[in-house]
């Protein structure tokens, strides 16, 4: 079994900038690809951005593109970087796990495992 644990998440002004961090563990010797979801209150959870596990391939959905950077840290990790903070990017933040070498996923059915998700609260 695969866990996924999220961390980073908090409380922000608007214009600030949060680190999330994703980490893999238990059958870590699978490749993985990586994504962050967001589900803001009242919403259905959306894409935001995948990486593949070379990281080499990386994509951003068009609301976060030039604010948010994904980056792998390492085989388990990976970060998500968000820049230029706005209210609307409130909500719970998720990371999932997809077992695929080459490759990215941008959809929720395609990744295999989830994390619980950690709160971000952008203030105006």
């Known amino acids: 079994q695969v866990q996924v644990a999220e961390s980073g998440g908090g409380l922000v002004q608007a214009g600030g900038s949060l680190r999330l961090s994703c980490a893999t563990s238990g059958r870590t010797f699978s490749r993985y690809a990586k994504g962050w979801f967001r589900q803001a209150p009242g919403k259905d959870r959306e894409f935001l951005a995948a990486i593949s596990w070379s990281g080499e391939i990386i994509y951003y959905q068009e609301s976060v593109r030039g604010r948010f950077t994904i980056s792998r840290h390492d085989d388990n990790t990976v970060h998500l970087q968000m820049d230029r903070l706005k209210p609307e990017d409130t909500g719970v933040y998720y990371c999932?796990?997809?077992?695929?070498?080459?490759?990215?996923?941008?959809?929720?059915?395609?990744?295999?495992?989830w994390g619980q998700g950690t709160q971000v609260t952008v203030s105006s």
């Open positions: 999932a796990a997809k077992r695929l070498v080459v490759g990215i996923a941008t959809t929720e059915n395609e990744y295999d495992y």
